[in-house]
């Protein structure tokens, strides 16, 4: 299961450099930190799910002396929430992808957000057009079952 669990965490950083790689805009800082913000997630997910799932008696001894119970899940529980940890990274790093692309919206100052298909929005638009394709093109990515935009129309 650790395998699995593992080369899922290495099959989504090889996504994301992925699609920053091939995005073309291999200086956008923002992108850059939205990619490394998505990795860190992914990773962190998988770290606290295979640590939780460890029954030594040594930590089992430790867990009781600091909290006094010992919580456990099914290792198909840890497997569901990497995966969707992941889905949620791949679904951020695509939308930002599709931002880059679109001559448009790629100057744009718009940050992506995505928790179990619901994708976040915020930011600035030089205008509701471009707002409304944002909002488009989040709703046409695979994964995404509801967008929410607080992005603001902000003229120059």
Known sequence: MKNFILGLLVGAIILIAVVWYYSGQHTHVEIKEDLRNAAAHT????????????????????????????????????????????KDARVTTTIKARLLKDGDLSTLKISVSTTDGLVTLSGTASSPENIRKAIQLALETDGVHKVVSTIQVKTP
């Not at 295979?50 to 290792?75: F, H, M, P, Q, Y």
Request: charged residues 30%; aromatic residues 0%; without cysteine.
């Open 43 to 86: 990773a962190q997910a998988v770290e606290e799910k295979l640590g939780a799932s460890n029954l030594t008696t040594a930590e089992i001894k430790d867990e009781l002396a600091r909290t006094g119970k010992i919580v456990r899940s099914k290792a198909e529980d840890a497997g569901a929430a990497i995966a969707d940890a992941a």
